[in-house]
């Protein structure tokens, strides 16, 4: 479907899709089997301006908003999902700054991360926090003109290969959601070390690593916005990216309908193309359309939130929850077209299968979704009465 894009979204798009086609499929099967790190396409996605799409030209980046980001992330999720979580938990990482960080703070670090010379990550989730975002129980306490990090997040995108890390953490046990603070903290700060990589079903070319924080102390400047925002910094963050995570539920079904359809042209069963079996087409039908809905919510999500529009939970939390359950759902039937085929890592659907599963799962699972959406519904009822 044509969605009207200007000049300018199309080359973005299109220089994506040139990069996923030449750079991400010949070698995604060997990142994911080796779980090796895409720092050789991370440097492509520097040199093409691709970390600074969102980021003001103020700041060294290309001053467009998030709807010409998850062009792009769509496409690079196109070809690896496990590429294309690396680029957007940088993204990620940085609306903590781009949204509440001082004007100091923003003249540090966003120039770097435009660049694309420093990757960033976001520090929210803990043995007992993530869907409980309020439940974090890393601390920072005021010493001087310093604050002293204790605690451990765990499951961080980027974690170890990031040089930046966007981190909540409590400044006051007292106050439950409003006693957390958001923090900027720089790898090679003492006290800041990793925990193991870990071994993970899918997206295995990205690094999902523990940050560990041991009387981290970091200057009293570098928290994001005051004392106490830290849980609205991180909903407000999330309420941002979730349409990135919708788009890359987009991109892999889209992938792995590809790779379907394509077989089932080529595959012959009682004489003729499976494709041409009605059971088939009919599967196909399905998946086309799912996808085809959920590239038009996630658009349109991603051009309201780019709006300005004040509060954006519900939709962004929508645009996440439909089409990651596509993703889902389509690179399953994707395995199912394509039947033992489908099966063999010989194919690039089976990692599709395995990766789509993470996105039902971070950045707020879908029962969270639910949540949200739910609640948001609550208010604007009785506000109708
Ligand atoms: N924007 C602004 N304010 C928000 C908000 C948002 N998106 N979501 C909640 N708030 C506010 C509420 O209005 C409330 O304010 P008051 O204290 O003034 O009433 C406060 O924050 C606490 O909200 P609530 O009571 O709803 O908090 P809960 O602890 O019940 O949290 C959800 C609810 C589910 C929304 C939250 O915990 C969440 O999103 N969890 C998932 C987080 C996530 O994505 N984790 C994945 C790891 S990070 S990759």
Request: charged share 25%; with cysteine.
């Amino acid at each position: 479907m044509d969605y009207f894009l200007t000049e300018e979204q199309l080359m973005i798009r299109d220089l994506a899709r040139e990069i996923a086609d030449e750079k991400i499929m010949p070698v995604r099967a060997e990142l994911d089997e080796k779980e090796e790190f895409p720092w050789e396409i991370m440097k492509t996605l520097a040199q093409s301006d691709f970390f600074g799409i969102y980021i003001p030209e103020e700041y060294g980046g290309m001053g467009k908003g998030g709807f010409e980001f998850i062009l792009a992330v769509e496409e690079l999720s196109r070809a690896c999902l496990g590429v294309s979580t690396t680029y957007a938990a940088d993204a990620l990482g940085t609306y903590p700054i781009l949204l509440f960080g001082s004007e100091e703070q923003k003249k540090k670090y966003l120039p770097d991360i435009a660049s694309g010379k420093r990757l960033v990550a976001f520090g929210l989730t803990e043995a007992n926090a993530g869907s409980d975002a309020a439940g974090v129980q890393t601390t920072a306490k005021l010493e001087g003109n310093e604050y002293v990090l204790n605690g451990t997040k765990q499951w961080i995108t980027n974690g170890g290969e990031a040089e930046i890390y966007t981190v909540i953490a409590i400044t006051d046990k007292n106050k439950g959601a409003r006693g957390a603070s958001a923090f900027v903290v720089e790898k090679g700060t003492p006290g800041f070390t990793f925990g193991k990589k870990e071994n993970k079903l899918g997206i295995r070319a990205s690094s999902t690593r523990e940050l560990v924080f041991e009387n981290c102390r970091i200057p009293k400047d570098n928290i994001i916005g005051k004392e106490g925002m830290g849980f609205i910094v991180a909903m407000k963050t999330l309420d941002k990216s979730r349409t990135g995570v919708g788009a890359q539920g987009v991109g892999v079904a889209q992938g792995a309908f590809d790779a379907a359809a394509g077989f089932a042209r080529e595959r012959h069963q009682f004489g003729q193309p499976v494709i041409s079996i009605q059971a088939v087409q009919h599967m196909l039908a399905d998946m086309a359309t799912q996808i085809e809905a959920a590239r038009s919510l996630v658009y349109s999500v991603a051009k309201y939130v780019d709006c300005g529009a004040k509060d954006v939970s519900k939709e962004s939390a929508m645009a996440k929850l439909f089409a990651t359950d596509v993703a889902m759902k389509v690179t399953v039937d994707a395995v199912q077209v394509m039947g033992g085929s489908g099966y063999m890592r010989e194919y690039p659907v089976e990692k599709m299968m395995r990766d789509a599963k993470i996105l039902q799962i971070y950045e707020g699972t879908n029962q969270i979704q639910r949540n949200v959406i739910g609640q948001a519904l609550i208010k604007e009822t009785a506000k109708k009465k």
